[in-house]
């Protein structure tokens, strides 16, 4: 077998002095779960896929939370990030696999039990040099790290934002609809350094009710999007450079 560079003692806290006298194996490992997992038993984890493809096991009935709840943009959400964001809690450092077993446990268990949905897992501030939590072993501190979760109950997100629209317009938008203003409206982002066409931004309202009533207001069908989130198609006019021009934007809840 090839030599070991990297133990990354920083994610699960082992060190080289923990495996110098083991002789548990991958082999070893595949017979345990041979032995314990029947083709009813159902593993729950987290980007579960790299365990079992680390693992070379095939295993049919499997919940990831990674798939069942998403990051931000796209992205993978991490298990610290969804952990503050759905149990409120804030993970140890460095990792503690059977804690991570747990909590994974209780995040699936509380996705069933309530049908809980977020629409994406917000990325928090990391304890690790301030970076941002990306997929797995990512070390994103949860609430105590200064990022609180967003209230994903009274907020509205307004994605496919032109360029020419900013929080001010998102605002007057949502005051004239409903006569509410929001009581708080993140910056429009549009992408990554900015180089994206259109952007998108949070919404936030003093309550569920508020928020309700906004979403309401506005004008369009109310429909659910393909994450089964009722969203609403909006036309807009902006100024360009050949006059008015009329363009959609669209508003969904977050739960």
Not at 93 to 103: G, L, N
Not at 112 to 139: D, I
Not at 193 to 218: I, R
């Amino acid at each position: 077998s090839l030599p070991v560079t990297d133990y990354v003692t920083h994610i699960h806290g082992i060190e080289k002095s923990h495996l110098n006298a083991v002789t548990f194996t991958r082999r070893h490992a595949q017979a345990v779960l041979r032995e314990i997992c029947t083709t009813d038993t159902i593993l729950v984890g987290h980007s579960l896929d790299n365990d079992l493809k680390s693992l070379q096991f095939t295993h049919d009935r499997v919940v990831d939370t990674a798939l069942i709840f998403n990051g931000q943009n796209g992205s993978t959400c991490s298990l610290r990030d969804l952990t503050a964001t759905l149990l409120g809690q804030d993970q140890e450092e460095p990792h503690d696999s059977i804690c991570d077993a747990r909590v994974t446990y209780a995040c699936a268990e509380t996705a069933t039990l309530t049908g809980l949905r977020v629409a994406e897992v917000p990325r928090t501030v990391s304890k690790m040099g301030g970076g941002h939590g990306r997929g797995r072993g990512a070390h994103a501190g949860g609430k105590g790290a200064g990022a609180a979760a967003l209230p994903y109950d009274r907020t509205l997100l307004v994605h496919r934002i032109p360029k020419s629209m900013a929080t001010e317009h998102v605002k007057a938008l949502m005051v004239e609809a409903a006569s509410l203003v929001p009581e708080k409206i993140g910056a429009v982002e549009f992408g990554r350094d900015g180089a994206g066409d259109t952007g998108k931004c949070n919404v936030v309202f003093a309550s569920v009710e508020h928020m309700g009533l906004a979403f309401n207001a506005l004008p369009g069908e109310a429909k659910p999007d393909t994450g089964g989130f009722d969203q609403k198609k909006v036309t807009i006019h902006t100024a360009g450079p050949k006059g008015q021009t009329k363009v959609f934007i669209k508003i969904r809840k977050m739960v």
